[in-house]
């Protein structure tokens, strides 16, 4: 009596402990089917991460059993077939195994070519005995398999060409060709490879965003933190007007009130760069002039900014600023006479970049030294 009635209690515990909470737990952890166990890989383009979801089935199943040559088309069968279970009765791979394989964007993307929303998805293949395999992206990604698969769901079908390819044990995912605005995501089983390639093409302006925000909390109370994201937003033309408001508080006021900015040859260059890109060259100019009389600017900076204009082909300002180095830095040997060496040959002074580039071989500093065979080779090919 004593344990009919505590049984009789424990049901009533279950019953009245709330759907919700029974139904959570009503089924208790088992492995997964078949011993195909979950696997998720991950990879970062850009700002943007891209997730693969799925369980990973092997050719040997089991053990004893060898599935080597007998995967696609008899296993994976090709087209769309009827599995016998569920409403669907022409579905494609899983690509994988047990529940639906998904794949998940934190942003806006591109999959060969073709815009997918930020978003998770089913990943799907329809394999074909002859010509292309087709992936399939679909927007219902929770499910069992493709037993319910419903193809008016489908965001995106392209074809791509199944590679041959070293044997592997277990299905795999994975990606390679990894750029910093693309990367190559692959399906890998037996010794078959189906590759699909994933673009960010605005990858740079979501950087430009993410500084956006990062700029109005902690990160910035540090000057350096300003005139990093102008000069990378002048760097990639995106954001200009922005990126001039950032290098303008670098230099004066990063926050009010709160921090200063820094007035040096590094934040105006930063200035100057953002201007130059936004088509304001003489503004640029006007900086950069500010900038090499600055106090605290040493030869070597000025001798850089020289360097810069003459590989623009800015022949005249560059020599104009490397005379002001010589004249403003009196007792630098090397940088003054580097630039003037160069400057000069730039204008097809022989007698005058001659006598520079010797003081400049009588001057080289430590750090300089392996840069000898270099500049010997400039002036005799100019003695020559």
Do not use: C
């Not at 952890?29 to 991950?42: F, I």
């Not at 995501?185 to 965003?209: C, G, M, Q, S, T």
């Not at 180095?325 to 022989?350: I, M, Q, V």
Request: charged share 20%; proline share 5%; glycine share 8%.
């Amino acid at each position: 009596m004593r344990i009919r009635a505590l049984a009789s209690s424990f049901a009533g515990i279950v019953l009245l402990g709330g759907g919700a909470r029974a139904q959570i737990h009503s089924e208790i952890t088992l492995p997964p089917n078949g011993d195909n166990q979950r696997a998720e890989v991950s990879q970062w383009i850009g700002l943007v991460k891209v997730t693969i979801a799925y369980h990973s089935p092997r050719v040997h199943f089991p053990a004893t059993n060898d599935r080597t040559g007998h995967i696609w088309g008899e296993l994976v069968k090709y087209g769309l077939f009827d599995d016998g279970f569920g409403p669907v009765t022409a579905t494609p791979w899983r690509a994988g195994a047990n529940e639906t394989t998904t794949i998940s964007f934190s942003h806006d993307v591109e999959v060969e070519g073709k815009d997918i929303k930020a978003g998770t998805y089913a990943l799907f293949l329809e394999l074909q005995k002859e010509g292309p395999w087709t992936w399939i992206l679909n927007s219902q990604p929770d499910g069992w398999g493709s037993f319910q698969y419903d193809s008016t769901r489908d965001v995106l079908r392209v074809a791509v060409t199944p590679q041959t390819a070293p044997f592997t044990e277990f299905l795999t995912y994975g990606f390679d060709d990894r750029l910093p605005n693309s990367a190559v995501a692959y399906l890998h089983w037996e010794e078959k490879r189906i590759a699909f390639k994933i673009d960010v093409p605005n990858v740079n302006e979501l950087y430009v965003a993410q500084m956006r925000k990062d700029l109005e909390a902690w990160p910035g109370f540090n000057y350096q933190n300003w005139a990093s994201a102008a000069l990378f937003a002048a760097n990639n033309k995106i954001g200009l007007d922005d990126a001039l408001t950032w290098a303008n508080r670098a230099i004066y006021e990063p926050f009010r009130g709160a921090v200063v900015g820094v007035m040096d040859f590094s934040t105006l260059q930063v200035k100057a760069t953002v201007l130059e890109a936004m088509g304001r060259e003489g503004d640029a100019d006007t900086t950069m002039d500010r900038a090499v009389r600055l106090p605290g600017t040493n030869a070597r900076e000025t001798y850089q900014y020289g360097a810069t204009l003459l590989r623009a082909g800015r022949t005249p300002r560059a020599m104009a600023t490397f005379k002001l180095n010589r004249e403003r830095h009196p007792e630098d040997r090397f940088w003054t006479s580097l630039g003037l060496a160069r400057g000069y040959a730039a204008l097809g002074d022989k007698p005058n970049a001659i006598a520079n580039w010797e003081i400049v071989l009588r001057s080289v500093p430590p750090a300089q030294k392996g840069s000898i065979p270099a500049f010997e080779k400039a002036l005799q090919s100019l003695k020559g």
